[in-house]
């Protein structure tokens, strides 16, 4: 079998250049990404006063840890604002 050299050693001064240059052009993009995307997962709204819980801030006072499903929040949990019940939530 022929011998077939491992890799090529392309070790010029133009790859760091366009190395930066994409760095930068990729700095740039991202800060023109338009901030109106929708949350990934549903909010759920208290009917009584409208509080939302949102999974990613918990419920400090309730003891929901940050990051909570709402489907795992505990049956006796209430909101914390005007004390309804959790199936009194509505998933939006
Ligand atoms: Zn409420």
Redesign the pocket.
């Known amino acids: 079998m022929a011998a077939i050299s491992p890799e090529r050693h392309e070790a010029s001064p133009n790859s760091a250049i366009a190395r930066r240059y994409l760095f930068s052009a990729g700095v740039s993009l991202s800060k023109r990404t338009p901030k109106k995307l929708p949350p990934a997962y549903k909010l759920y709204i ?6 939302e819980y949102d999974k990613e801030l918990g419920d400090d006072e309730g003891g929901i840890y940050p990051g909570t499903p709402y489907d795992q929040i505990p049956e006796e949990w209430i ?6 019940e959790k199936n ?1 939530f509505i998933e939006v």
């Open positions: 208290c009917s009584g006063c409208g509080y909101c914390p604002v005007c004390g309804d009194q």
